[in-house]
């Protein structure tokens, strides 16, 4: 099982960026496909994006869409995710996950979180 360890959070104002990185140990990560959820206050986990092992295809959801990019470093063994245009909606504690496709939708592989790392957008 790979572990997981998610940094680059912090305090950002509207409008601004932020990008968080996923190290991951372990020698078979570049198989892996890895994505991205996010936990605000009071809220359920939910998605944010997917890239599959060889970075050659992503996925977003509709409320990150055109703000948000993925990327990976599989020589590196390291998930990105940049985000852009950050607005206040976007607070929570970001996560990166080892993930499967199963029932129309990306869950993480192992079912277990690391610690994250926290996003906050001040308006």
């Known amino acids: 099982q790979v572990q997981l360890v998610e940094s680059g959070g912090g305090l950002v104002q509207a409008g601004g960026s932020l990008r968080l990185s996923c190290a991951a140990s372990?020698?078979?990560?570049?198989?892996?496909?890895m994505g991205w959820f996010r936990q605000a206050p009071g809220k359920e986990r939910e998605f944010v994006s997917t890239i599959i092992w060889n970075g050659g295809t992503t996925y977003y959801a509709d409320s990150v869409k055109g703000r948000f990019t993925v990327s990976r470093d599989n020589a590196k063994k390291t998930v990105y995710l940049q985000m852009n245009s950050l607005k206040p909606e976007d607070t929570a504690v970001y996560y990166c996950a080892v993930v499967i496709l199963r029932d129309s939708a990306w869950r993480n592989l192992y079912d277990t979180w690391g610690q994250g790392t926290q996003v906050t957008v001040s308006s």
């Open positions: 372990g020698r078979t990560f570049s198989t892996y496909h």
